[in-house]
């Protein structure tokens, strides 16, 4: 049944099946999410054979991501959970980029050989092809889709069949819970428009309480794209965009306990936690944040450093 209540003015709903017989979720965009990043400067995908150029090998491609931003981060979660480890090498850069255009100088070889004087940022994430030297895409959803399409055999469907709608759904969903956090922060703008933005963000964080009740994963009964997009917007949420609300908003946002329980049992996970840097984050945010800390930025909703997997 429907878990949003009330009249809404938000957009058209997109029902959320779930393998259970007369349970599904509506799930609506919190509002219009404008792209808040540039258009990726490479998009190839990975084919089934030679006909498409970049068919799938065994060890022929290779990641550089950084675990500290949010594509990353969702992208070394799935490599995880397909374990690819020997399929796909990672190669882990700095939380924080070290030339001025907000590239990484380890990937300035790959983009000049990928495009002739290219002149724009060296950007992560990247899968590159290390027979040609060259990259193949620089498109976080596209790079994830095609690792589970093509080398995820064996495992279970990141991307079940018939899940597209729902799977898309939530990953609108998770850039909208980052957008309203952010305007319900932003020290721009009036009370009304940040005091509109923690409602839309709260109405959604309800709507999966209530949704999450009795329920281990989010649209099937294993892990999914769906389950990384959630806990990825959850982990910035709490580390992130928390600063900059004051505590009684945060007091508010962490008024989920099943919403928050979820989030610590995906961080317990070795594919999910292991990869969470916590440091690396922190670093990140506030080399490029410009906005004011709030009173929020003491009230922390999870202790995300206790729940995270050990590793000797």
């Known amino acids: 049944m429907p878990l949003a209540s009330g009249p809404t003015t938000l957009p058209p709903r997109v029902r959320l099946r779930t393998d259970t017989p007369g349970r599904s979720m509506s799930v609506t965009s919190l509002s219009h999410v404008p792209a808040t990043h540039p258009a990726p400067a490479f998009r190839g995908r990975i084919g089934r054979d030679a006909r498409s150029g970049h068919y799938a090998v065994p060890r022929r491609y290779r990641l550089h991501l950084t675990a500290a931003c949010a594509d990353g981060l969702r992208i ?14 990672v190669t882990f850069l700095d939380p924080v980029p070290d030339c001025p255009d907000g590239g990484h100088s380890a990937l300035r070889p790959l983009y ?3 495009a002739h004087r290219y002149s ?14 060259r990259i193949v895409s ?37 850039r909208g819970i980052a957008q309203a956090a952010q305007q319900a922060g932003s020290a721009g703008g009036d009370d009304v428009d940040r005091t509109a933005a923690l409602e839309r963000l709260l109405d959604t964080l309800g709507s ?14 294993h892990l999914t794209a769906a389950d990384i ?19 009684s908003a945060v007091q508010r946002i962490a008024d989920h306990p099943t919403l928050w329980a979820y989030a610590r049992r995906l961080t317990a996970h070795p594919a999910f936690g292991t990869h969470l840097d916590l440091d690396g984050i922190a670093r990140r945010h506030h080399a490029h944040c410009r906005g004011l800390e709030a009173a929020g930025a003491a009230v922390q909703i999870l202790d995300w450093a206790s729940h995270t997997p050990r590793t000797s």
């Open 112 to 114: 000049e050989a990928s």
């Open 120 to 133: 724009g940022a060296a950007v992560a994430p990247v899968l590159s092809d290390d027979w040609s030297g």
């Open 138 to 174: 620089t498109h976080a959803a596209d790079i994830t889709r095609d690792l589970a399409r093509h080398f995820g055999g064996g495992r279970p469907a990141l991307y079940p069949c018939g899940a597209e709608s729902e799977t898309e759904a939530v990953e609108r969903m998770g």
């Open 208 to 221: 999966l309480e209530r949704w999450l009740v009795g329920r281990d994963c989010l649209i099937r009964d």
């Open 229 to 247: 997009e959630l806990w990825v917007a959850l982990v910035q949420l709490d580390t992130v965009h928390r600063d900059h609300l004051d505590a």
């Open 76 to 89: 070394a979660v799935a490599h995880s959970l397909l374990g690819l480890d020997d399929i796909c090498p």
